[in-house]
Structures are given as C-alpha cells and as structure tokens.
C-alpha cells in the first residue's frame, strides 16, 4: 500500500520560508507523478505545483518564483521549498501522487495517493 506523509508545515512570519517534505512509502515502480496540492476550507482543491516522472514541473502561477519542487529518490521524499511567503499562503497543503504511466496532470481528481496534509499559516 502506497503512502504519503507529510511534514514541515508550521507558523512563520510574511517574508519567511519552510520547507515541505512528502516521504513515500510502499512504491517501487520508479517516479511516480507527484504533486502538491492547497486546499482552503470551503473552496476546490488547487495545484501547487506537479512534478512528472522525468522530473518536469509546472508551477501555479501564484508560486511560480517563490516555491521550488524537489525530488531526493534515495530518500522516497518530496520536497517544497516555500520562499517570500505571503499571508495569502496560509492554508492546508498536501502531497499527492499518481501511478498513471502516461500522464502527469494537475486535476486533483486523477491522483491515486494522498497525504494527511499539512498546514502552513503565514503572519503579517
């Protein structure tokens, strides 16, 4: 069974950094297609950022400069780096990651595996 866990969430101040981590756990396919997702109470689920087997990225226009996506596969781990945060990116993040060999998307909906999630809350 494929799992995803997340850390690295936590307070910091506008202007700050964290740093997410997504270890997996349970695959021994190769890259998969992962990605990390936001999601605010109430609202859809948006794309952070989606990072395919060949390790090519599409960033979210609202990240895009700020936050960098890594993969470290002798670790099984995912990373986010969140730089120049704003308040406006307090909000739930979580990891997620899709086992289709073909297509690496951002719609939430295709994603097979998903961490517990991970809050990030940015002061002014």
């Known amino acids: 069974q494929v799992r995803l866990v997340e850390s690295g969430g936590g307070p910091v101040q506008a202007g700050g950094s964290l740093r997410l981590s997504c270890v997996v756990s349970?695959?021994?396919?190769?890259?998969?297609?992962m990605a990390w997702f936001r999601q605010v109470p109430g609202e859809e689920r948006e794309a952070v950022v989606r990072?395919?087997?060949?390790?090519?990225?599409t960033y979210a226009h609202f990240v895009e400069g700020r936050f960098t996506v890594a993969r470290d596969n002798a670790k099984n781990t995912l990373f986010l780096q969140m730089n120049n945060l704003k308040p406006e990116d307090t909000v739930m993040y979580s990891c997620?990651?899709?086992?289709?060999?073909?297509?690496?998307?951002?719609?939430?909906?295709?994603?097979?595996?998903w961490g517990q999630g991970t809050q990030v809350t940015v002061s002014s």
């Open positions: 990072i395919d087997k060949g390790d090519t990225t």
């Open positions: 349970g695959y021994a396919g190769g890259n998969l297609c």
């Open positions: 997620a990651a899709d086992s289709n060999p073909y297509y690496c998307r951002t719609n939430d909906k295709v994603y097979d595996y």
